[in-house]
Nanobody, 121 residues
Framework: QVQVVESGGGLVQPGGSLRLSCTAS????????MGWYRHAPGKQRELVTS???????NYADSVKGRFTISRDNANNTVYLQMNSLKPEDTAVYYC???????????????WGQGTQVTVSS
């Protein structure tokens, strides 16, 4: 089985920073993309950012220039550095990992349990 575990959420004042971490573990062949989604109350879940195994990244317009995704492929870990946080960044952040469990098969998306990020004074 594959487990995806996030950490690093919390309460921060506007303008502050937080760093989220996410690690995939278990028995699998490889990981393609890893990324972060968020779900705020009353809103649809949205893609925040993702990174391919080759290092290609993309960001939602709302976080460009403030958030940075990075991967440690050797440790199956992805990080989200969030700077200049705004109240509208408040949400539950979910990590995803697109995992090939068995070589030659399609990747399957695994999700973490979510971590709360609250930006408030």
């Amino acid at each position: 089985q594959v487990q995806v575990v996030e950490s690093g959420g919390g309460l921060v004042q506007p303008g502050g920073s937080l760093r989220l971490s996410c690690t995939a573990s278990g028995r699998f062949f490889s990981i393609y993309a890893m990324g972060w989604y968020r779900h705020a109350p009353g809103k649809q879940r949205e893609l925040v950012t993702s990174a391919s195994s080759g290092g290609n990244t993309n960001y939602a317009d709302s976080v460009k220039g403030r958030f940075t995704i990075s991967r440690d492929n050797a440790n199956n870990t992805v990080y989200l550095q969030m700077n200049s946080l705004k109240p509208e960044d408040t949400a539950v952040y979910y990590c995803n990992a697109d995992v090939v469990v068995t070589r030659g098969y399609n990747a399957f998306r695994y999700w973490g349990q979510g971590t709360q990020v609250t930006v408030s004074s």
